[in-house]
């Protein structure tokens, strides 16, 4: 049965909620410092200098996948890199520094024009990473939902509460829409370069929609994030969100017309299929940290995460959070591998 699919068709199809031999599996930041031949070339070149040479990100995504077989290829990139190319003075020491944070209404004139121009590189190497996989393997490309890239935006380094996003919320609330407007214009056009270059499935990180109650994201950044979707073509890729720490909005996001909602550890998968029911799919969620157990442990959570993903309409097997930089190489090639031994 497992040779009735492709990856990319087990992917699209997970995705869509259509039945499948196992989920596919790929770990969010499965490409990164972790991995000793990703280390190799960051001595090259910087993270930035690296994201933006299409050479070398293709270099960077396809490397996980030699190394695990994983079912597909997330570019390499980072959601801040459209405001880079938008007049945000954006560095990273290793975490992202904006030394230009947007405060005041005037700040928002720096944020017009295209980030046509800061994704070109990436759009480059969907199209090489594409050419390097053939028609078997899906490529994932990804965008900031606006929430969060406003969260980033707002601060020189991010603070754990959101401060200045958050208070400007309770203040000037009519400054926050329209940041978080142009927002969902610029995570829009970040998602749209991706799918004219080719990516078969996209995700959105709205990793910091957790601080806000039900209430309050519903008015700011739901609202944005229903704007991003409705400037999306017609006719686009699955669409995957991820909020981390936001069990409590999983009904709103799963009313938002995507594909897939995908769940941080701390949501218990199962219950999570049952409070969602056929609306979506569900992607995750083992905690990263049990990549550092011993092999057969993590085998052992992977059979019980695919056990407990059979009660989703479909499930993308995946961790709740991204990889962590000191993540052994014998603990992912455990879970990756249990996965895939996984088909029914």
């Not at 299929?273 to 083992?286: D, I, T």
Request: hydrophobic share 50%; with cysteine; net charge neutral.
């Amino acid at each position: 049965m497992s040779a009735a699919w492709t990856p990319c068709e087990r992917m699209l199809r997970a995705c869509r909620g259509e039945r499948v031999d196992r989920p596919p599996v790929w770990l969010m930041r499965q490409a990164g410092r972790y991995l000793p031949e990703y280390r190799a070339l960051r001595e090259r070149a910087s993270f930035l200098e690296s994201c933006r040479d299409p050479d070398l990100a293709a270099e960077i995504s396809l490397q996980p996948w030699r190394r695990f077989g994983v079912d597909a290829v997330v570019i390499f990139s980072d959601i801040l890199l459209p405001l880079g190319g938008l007049g945000l003075d954006l560095a990273f020491q290793p975490g992202p520094v904006v030394a230009n944070p947007i405060r005041a209404a005037a700040d928002l004139e720096r944020l017009a024009g295209s980030a046509a121009e800061a994704m070109a590189p990436t759009a480059e190497a969907i199209r090489r990473a594409r050419q390097a996989l053939g028609p078997d393997v899906p490529v994932i490309g990804f965008a900031g939902a606006p929430w969060t890239l406003a969260a980033y935006a707002t601060e020189e380094r991010l603070s754990r509460d959101l401060d200045a996003l958050v208070s400007m919320t309770w203040r000037e609330p009519a400054l926050a829409d329209r940041l978080l407007s142009r927002m969902a214009e610029i995570s829009a056009e970040t998602l749209t370069a991706q799918i004219a270059a080719g990516a078969h499935v996209l995700q959105l990180f709205d990793t910091w929609a957790g601080v806000l109650s039900v209430e309050r994201w519903r008015a700011f950044a739901g609202s944005a994030l229903q704007r991003t979707l409705a400037l999306l073509p017609a006719r686009r890729p699955p669409l995957i969100v991820y909020a981390r720490g936001a069990g409590h909005l999983l009904e709103e996001l799963a009313g938002l017309g995507v594909e897939v909602v995908s769940l941080d550890w701390r949501t218990d998968l199962a219950e999570a299929a049952e409070r969602v029911g056929a609306r979506v799919s569900l992607q995750g969620n083992l905690d990263p940290a049990a990549l550092f157990a011993p092999p057969e442990r993590i085998r052992a959570e992977a059979r019980r995460l695919v056990d407990a993903g059979r009660k989703a309409r479909g499930h993308v097997a995946n961790l709740g959070h991204g990889v962590t930089q000191h993540t052994p190489l014998e603990g992912v090639a455990a879970f990756v591998t249990a996965v895939q031994e996984s088909a029914s």
